[in-house]
């Protein structure tokens, strides 16, 4: 976390919250955030998360299944409407603007090498 160095965060096909100590203990602070569990049990889990540098405590998550979330703890919501359906391989808040983000996809799966970048000024809408 860039606002408390002893936060940590990781993700599954969920978020997890740690603080720094020798062995930390990772707290879920999300439920299922994939389609793992609705689609395929498999295979599916978060590939990014970044927290905005402007708010603390708020995440961005993307996943391999397509999926963009904004959250707090305990509170998600997804920002994937308009979105294609592929893999998220980054999610970025705005260092400047706290209602802008940026994601990037991956469709090499699907042999489709066009670099795939959204901008959204509605930090909700991932997909405008």
Not at 30 to 54: A, K, M, Q, V
Not at 111 to 119: C, E, G, N, T, V
């Amino acid at each position: 976390s860039p606002h408390d160095p002893d936060a940590l965060y990781t993700g599954t096909y969920r978020v997890y919250q740690g603080f720094d100590s020798e062995y930390p203990l990772w707290d879920p602070i999300s439920e299922d955030l994939t389609d793992g569990l609705i689609l395929h049990p498999r295979y599916h889990s978060i590939t990014t998360i970044d927290e905005s540098i402007l708010a603390p405590g708020l995440l961005y998550v993307g996943t391999t299944d397509g999926n963009v979330w904004i959250g707090e703890e305990f509170a998600w919501t997804p920002i994937n409407d308009g979105l294609p359906d592929r893999y998220i391989s980054s999610v970025k808040a705005s260092p400047s603007d706290a209602s802008k983000v940026y994601v990037t996809m991956s469709a090499y799966k699907d042999y489709d090498f066009r670099p795939l970048i959204f901008q959204s000024d509605d930090a909700f809408c991932a997909g405008a």
